[in-house]
């Protein structure tokens, strides 16, 4: 129901980027959804004239993606709070916090969906 | 090339309320590079609302910020009810505009308080909140609370404004606009202060759009984005313009703020003026299925919901870009190159909100 959503391999989104850029496009935000069968989206959110338009990369949990940080400045500081909290792994970041941009070293990817831990009654 | 130092401004520094730190890498007393640490008070809400039930959530995301709370609970229920095709009675959207209008003004006062504080101007920063306590007022007598009002749920408001609270608003409104004309003198017009604000921390507008700065911030430098007028809530059926300013420095981010009062004022007056009678909530049935994003206007700019929901209680996914986020991009280009003693200006006239980034 997301509109204006294109659904691209991660080889294709920098191109798709670079030409939204070109465009006139403004990035408005990336979003990270832990899919739970280790495979996440990240959807990436652009604006122009109050249209929006998503573009939606489908990858597995140990898979990097490329950074578009270099194309859009803005970028850099939503990549590393995904890597922070979701833990992907993004190519070529601009500026990298590695991993300590919001959270500290004792947490670990805290936004994962963790596999439920069932506890039998008496132990 | 002068001496290099490293300056660690904040996290807790005197102009910031709330804990953001900021490494500037100075030059002599010129800025260089700044590079911002975040995460002091990161508190997970986007973790808990994957916990909470779809109306426990209201709950949730008004405590992303106080100063906006009304605004994060309407971005999150319109978002809802646009999964679950609810229609909103035509009286709660007006009345989701009074208190939307009510929580800029006190916002916008309580940031003009804060800059005056910064600048030294420690009467001025009194007066600005003296008269956002008469918001506050209005606040608790319509909703019974001064900050967290709660006064939104998924298809309505949970309360209304009947006609002698309507009167008290207007009232309280004209009291407002008379105190805030005098104020307004010593912010455009005080030669001391106009030293401090003109000219410092220019953020181009082409600057400003390719950083993606939202808001205020965004206006002050000639970008006519406001949310407001794609008409949600009663904003459609209102008669205004984006409030813009060009000059695009810290001058320019206070006059942008402080027309923005004198906007929600007549915003609030049309919003009474054109009320309908009616029902204030519609029963909401069933959970929402689907995903959607929900966008408002908040005091400090565009507001994003990313709302992903399985037909469950539970939400699967519930992401907030607030605009503070939004907006460290910019503040970080602009620093480079400014006057040490200017960051302070600078940061502050960014309107930062630590509590609305790290949700």
Not at chain 2, 206 to 235: F, H, K, N, W
Not at chain 2, 263 to 275: G, P
Request: charged share 30%; with cysteine; net charge negative.
């Amino acid at each position: 129901m997301l509109q204006n959503l294109k659904e691209l391999q991660k080889e294709d989104l920098r191109k798709e980027v670079l030409a939204l850029k070109a465009d006139g496009y403004r990035f408005v935000t990336a979003t990270c959804v832990d899919l739970g069968d280790g495979r996440f989206d990240i959807i990436y959110h652009f604006d122009k004239d109050y249209q929006l338009t998503n573009i939606r990369v489908t990858i597995v949990a140990e898979e990097k993606v490329p950074s578009i940080s270099d194309i859009y400045f803005a970028a850099v500081f939503v990549e590393n709070e995904i890597k922070d909290l979701f833990g992907i792994e993004f190519e070529n970041l601009l500026i990298d916090y590695e991993g300590k941009f919001m959270i500290t070293e004792e947490l670990e990817s805290p936004m994962r969906k963790k596999p439920a831990v069932k506890v039998k009654k008496g132990e | 090339m002068g001496k290099r130092t490293i300056v660690p401004f904040g996290p807790q520094h005197p102009v910031l309320p709330e804990p953001l730190q900021l490494r500037l890498i100075l030059e002599d007393e010129k800025v260089v590079e700044a590079i911002p640490a975040i995460g002091y008070v990161h508190r997970g809400l986007e973790k808990l609302a994957e916990e909470k039930d779809i109306n426990q959530n209201i709950y949730v995301v008004e405590r992303v910020c106080g100063i906006c709370s009304f605004q994060q609970a309407l971005a999150y229920c319109q978002g809802i009810e646009e999964l679950m095709g609810i229609e909103v009675p035509d009286r709660a959207r007006y009345l989701r505009v009074i208190w939307a209008e009510l929580h800029r003004l006190h916002s916008h006062h309580l940031w003009l308080g804060l800059l005056a504080d910064a600048f030294g101007f420690e009467s001025l920063f009194m007066q600005c909140w003296r008269n956002r306590e008469l918001v506050m007022d209005l606040m608790e007598a319509t909703a019974g609370s001064r900050v967290i009002i709660s006064t939104n749920i998924i298809g309505g408001v949970r309360r209304d404004i009947d006609a002698d609270k309507q009167k008290f608003i207007l009232d309280n409104l004209a009291k407002l606009e008379e105190e805030l004309k005098k104020i307004e003198g010593s912010f455009l017009n005080d030669y001391t202060v106009k030293k401090r604000l003109v000219g410092v921390g220019v953020l181009s507008k082409q600057d400003a759009y390719e950083l993606g700065c939202v808001g205020p911030m965004a206006r002050a430098s000639g970008i006519s984005m406001d949310l407001r007028t794609l008409g949600y809530a009663a904003y459609g059926e209102l008669d205004f313009e984006p409030v813009v300013e060009n000059d695009g420095d810290c001058y320019a981010r206070l006059k942008v703020r402080l027309r923005e009062c004198y906007q929600a004022i007549d915003l609030i007056r049309q919003a009474i003026s054109k009320m309908p009678e009616g029902e204030i909530s519609t029963p909401v049935k069933g959970f929402p299925n689907g995903e959607v994003i929900s966008r408002v206007e908040q005091p400090r700019g565009e507001d994003v919901y990313y709302i992903k929901a399985n037909g469950t209680k539970n939400l699967e996914r519930l992401r907030i870009r607030t605009p503070t986020f939004a907006n460290i991009p910019a503040l970080v280009k602009m620093l480079e190159g400014v006057d040490f003693a200017d960051v302070p200006m600078l940061v502050l006239t960014i309107d930062p909100c630590i509590s609305c980034t790290e949700r």
